[in-house]
């Protein structure tokens, strides 16, 4: 499962992505393998999205979370 496709107040553990240059400036924000990651809030027109990954809230467009896989 991808974290775009995760519901409000789920929880996951990232296992991988799929776009290497975006995958680095991810785990620099925080979203290492293995870490959990919930979604908090998404915005009224579905894009961006409030993630809680690392204990703090994280905004991502959805093409980003698009490319974080979920355990």
């Known amino acids: 499962m991808k974290l775009s496709q995760l519901p409000i107040g789920k929880k996951g553990i990232i296992k991988e992505f799929t776009d290497l ?3 680095v400036k991810l785990m620099e924000m925080g979203c290492l393998p293995g870490e959990e990651i919930s979604i ?7 894009d961006p999205i409030a993630i809680n990954v690392s204990g ?5 467009r959805k093409r ?3 490319t974080i896989i979920l355990q």
Do not use: D, T, V
Not at 40 to 46: S, V
Not at 56 to 60: I, P, Q, T
């Open 21 to 23: 240059e975006m995958s």
């Open 40 to 46: 908090q809030r998404i915005a009224p027109l579905g």
């Open 56 to 60: 703090y809230m994280l905004s991502l």
């Open 64 to 66: 980003e979370a698009s």
